[in-house]
């Protein structure tokens, strides 16, 4: 049985318990939202007791992933491991394998081996890619290429996959009805745009969707509905094609639950700031409360170099209106593949949006961390600010390159600091 099967059974697998102990919660209410399809716990059947797990869902802690994979351009295995790993240890809670370049089934595996969470990927990538190794243009792949891609993801061990297969004739009927500023942005939903367009026909993930929940259902492979029409700028936010993709998406979730396949579905890149809690609304809505990862969303187009921040600000407050996932930009973004320093100034900046909108949601652990940051700012006890915070690492090391003259205070304030001077007094007082 999957995972959504054992829960529906009455069961509480323990992958279940470890990860309602790490929410927080009673096991048998997260075993409840997985059966209902309103959580799900990334995890291939072979997988269960090596992942740390991440369970995504309604009312549950805001979760990042985090990007990785190769390139034609660089392809190096070590570097994405180290990419991996450097995604982790800094607060991803997912990583997704990307690659395009090298020897795909190599990296991947080699990803798969190096972290202990779950870990995604694309496989319309892959099937691309060897189509192009093969002489043939991408268009010229068939749908048993598409197929055997998510066969061999399957097998290899992978915790969910993105499948781009609710961008259908209607949708792609629309974007030519409604021009965009950007077209289609999303590499999976291009490819496939532009396969239905040359051959005059529907996506072959969609007319086989029935089959691919078989391959996942073998596996227990998380099925993560890709979203082949997000926006790619600010100006093409909101419109039919988008919005006629989202309801595939919805009869997706569906058919992914009466498999007994995890299901959670993928929303918008570029959105306006006020456009935002409005779309999470009408998707979870739409989805029937189906965990919800985002890319950003990036509520404005011209930050180049600085995509992390505004990712960050629109992540935020898409997880505040009921986003779940977010799925982290690096400063890189549209303008390079990122390195090691790229993928952890993602993974911070992803963070620190997750916990804006835990702590106005009122998330108890995330209360209980800014309570434990204002007692030991209060304190002027540093060891526990690094502690707790999403970087004690960088916030240590701006500290000890600056240092002040007295040790208890900051070399900003110096003997200026507001802390000391009003504890000081109130301290004489008593």
């Not at 192009?132 to 792949?141: E, F, H, L, Q, T």
């Not at 950007?182 to 590499?187: A, F, K, M």
């Not at 929940?213 to 993560?224: M, Q, R, Y």
């Not at 189906?290 to 992390?308: M, N, S």
């Amino acid at each position: 049985m999957t995972l959504m099967e054992e829960c529906r059974s009455g069961d509480v697998p323990e992958i279940v318990r470890k990860a309602a102990e790490s929410e927080g919660i009673e096991p048998e209410k997260l075993a409840r939202l997985v059966a209902e399809g309103k959580a799900v716990i990334p995890a291939h059947v072979d997988r269960r007791d090596a992942i740390n797990p991440a369970p995504i869902g309604e009312g549950l802690r805001v979760k990042v992933n985090a990007n990785v994979g190769s390139s034609p351009a660089l392809a190096d295995p070590d570097l994405e491991v180290k990419k991996a790993e450097a995604a982790v240890e800094y607060g991803a809670d997912t990583v997704m394998d990307l690659s395009t370049g090298g020897d795909l089934r190599e990296i991947r595996k080699a990803i798969l081996e190096a972290v202990d969470v779950p870990v995604g990927t694309v496989p319309i990538y892959e099937a691309a890619v060897e189509a192009r190794r093969s002489g043939k243009a991408v268009v010229d792949m068939d749908e048993d290429d598409m197929l055997k891609a998510i066969e061999r993801h399957a097998e290899d061990g992978v915790d969910f996959m993105t499948i781009h297969a609710a961008l259908t004739r209607e949708a792609l009927e629309d974007l030519l009805r409604y021009p965009r500023r950007l077209g289609v942005v999303s590499r999976g939903g291009a490819i496939i745009a532009a396969w239905m367009i040359h051959h005059d026909a529907e996506n072959p993930l969609y007319e086989n969707y029935d089959y691919i929940l078989e391959v996942l259902k073998e596996h227990d492979v998380t099925v993560s509905i890709g979203d082949g029409m997000r926006p790619g700028s600010v100006l093409d936010a909101n419109d039919p094609a988008q919005h006629r993709e989202m309801i595939i998406q919805s009869e997706l979730v569906h058919r992914s639950r009466e498999a007994g396949v995890q299901s959670m579905v993928e929303g918008p890149g570029h959105v306006p700031l006020h456009e935002i809690p409005a779309v999470v609304k009408l998707q979870k809505k739409i989805c029937d409360g189906a965990p919800f990862y985002v890319l950003g969303p990036i509520p404005t187009d011209v930050a180049p170099g600085y995509d992390h921040i505004t990712a960050a600000i629109g992540g935020a407050i898409a997880a505040y209106h009921g986003a779940d996932f977010l799925c982290y930009v690096t400063p890189a973004e549209h303008l390079a593949l990122p390195d090691v320093e790229d993928v952890v100034e993602g993974v911070i900046a992803a963070r620190i949006a997750a916990h804006a909108a835990e702590t106005a949601r009122g998330h108890p652990e995330a209360l209980r961390e800014n309570e434990r940051m204002a007692e030991a700012r209060w304190n002027l006890d540093w060891e526990t600010q690094f502690e707790t915070a999403l970087d004690g690492e960088k916030a240590r090391k701006y500290r000890e390159e600056r240092p002040p003259e007295d040790e208890e205070e900051c070399s900003m304030c110096d003997e200026f600091c507001a802390i000391a001077i009003l504890r000081r007094y109130l301290e004489e007082g008593k």
